[in-house]
């Protein structure tokens, strides 16, 4: 079974600067998709950004970029420019390749503080 | 375009009630799942459907029932309530190929006592 693994509870950035937070996980698969999705006060979860395993090009949307590292099974977000909207718990997760692999396995999160 | 709607936002159950979650998209999409998320963790699949009339258990089934009659709905009914049900559900949807992602209603928050 796949596991996920966030290893910060909690991080604090100063506004406009640039914060990396953390994701290691575990699979014997070769074929997966990581995403990480955040979660604001208000509970919904939005997905950031997503990457696919067989593209060694590491995924980018906007000021959300992550470091993906196949062989050390590592994703970590990495969020630059640091705005107030920025602050929210966000979850890595994965997911197995192909039909009949539909669940989300999620890490416990990492809580983001923005410094004003 | 609503996205996934879940209603109620909130609610306080007793012991032993049961009551129907309910989930809705508009965005034609063929999978559908109910996750819960317990203070301080992260999200676990209770139940799926691949599409109107086919359903299969996530990782922690016991204690919910779902039914998918339509594209759009996939309720999820809670049976006897009891206070490890007390958590946040999420429904999410995604179109159908395993790569697709998940998008995500806003959550129910459950509470048992």
């Known amino acids: 079974a796949q596991t996920v693994t966030q290893s910060q509870p909690e991080m604090s950035v100063q506004e406009a600067e640039t914060v990396t937070l953390s994701c290691t996980y575990d699979?014997?698969?070769?074929?997966?998709?990581l995403f990480w999705y955040k979660q604001p006060p208000s509970r919904q979860m939005i997905l950031v950004i997503r990457q696919e395993a067989y593209k060694q090009q590491n995924a980018t949307e906007n000021r959300f970029s992550v470091n993906f590292q196949k062989a050390a099974k590592s994703f970590s977000l990495k969020i630059s420019d640091s705005q107030l909207g920025d602050a929210a718990m966000y979850f890595c997760?994965?997911?197995?390749w192909g039909f009949g692999n539909e669940k989300l396995t999620f890490g416990t999160g990492t809580r983001l503080t923005i410094i004003p | 375009n609503a996205g996934v709607t879940q209603t109620p936002k909130f609610r306080i159950l007793k012991i032993g009630q049961s009551m129907t979650l309910q989930c809705a998209q508009d965005?034609?999409?063929?999978?559908m799942y109910w996750y819960r998320q317990d203070p301080g963790m992260g999200l676990k699949l209770i139940y799926y459907?691949?599409?109107?009339?086919?359903?299969d258990k996530g990782e922690v089934p016991n204690g919910y029932n779902v039914s998918r009659s339509t594209t759009e709905d996939f309720p999820l009914r809670l049976e006897l309530a009891a206070p490890s049900q007390t958590s946040v559900y999420f429904c999410?949807?995604?179109?159908?190929?395993?790569?697709?992602?998940?998008?995500f209603g806003p959550g129910t928050r459950l509470l048992v006592l």
């Open positions: 997760a994965y997911r197995s």
């Open positions: 965005m034609n999409h063929n999978y």
């Open positions: 459907s691949v599409g109107a009339g086919i359903t």
């Open positions: 999410a949807s995604s179109f159908g190929l395993a790569q697709e992602t998940q998008y």
């Open positions: 699979t014997s698969e070769s074929d997966y998709y």
